[in-house]
């Protein structure tokens, strides 16, 4: 299985923007598709968006579209999550996951890794 860490959380007034990155070990993401989701406190955890092995399609949620963008570094085995005019029901912790086929459900993804907190303020 992929090893997946997450990084570049943080706490961030709403309007602001974050990058998310996702570093692999211990097999190339070039065999996955890619996700990211998110649990908000006292909320079940949500998909997010999701990128194919290629990078040439991509899902969004809607509460995200035209704000995220998802995006892979294969050759660093890296995957970004750019959140720009972030809102405070953002905030949450946001994990990152691979899976065999691309999808967009909880279910569809094998590896996960161990989340990073994003905390925007009003």
């Known amino acids: 299985q992929v090893q997946l860490v997450e990084s570049g959380g943080g706490l961030v007034q709403a309007g602001g923007s974050l990058r998310l990155s996702c570093a692999a070990s211990g097999r190339t993401i070039r065999n996955y598709a890619m996700g990211w989701f998110r649990q908000a406190p006292g909320k079940e955890r949500e998909f997010v968006a999701s990128?194919?092995?290629?990078?040439?399609?991509?899902f969004y949620a809607d509460s995200v579209k035209g704000r995220f963008t998802i995006s892979r570094g294969n050759a660093k085995n890296t995957v970004y999550l750019q959140m720009n005019s972030l809102k405070p029901e953002d905030t949450a912790v946001y994990y990152c996951?691979?899976?065999?086929?691309?999808?967009?459900?909880?279910?569809?993804?094998?590896?996960w890794g161990q989340g990073t907190q994003v905390t925007v303020s009003s």
């Open positions: 996951a691979s899976s065999e086929l691309l999808g967009v459900l909880e279910a569809d993804f094998g590896s």
């Open positions: 990128i194919s092995r290629s990078g040439g399609t991509t």
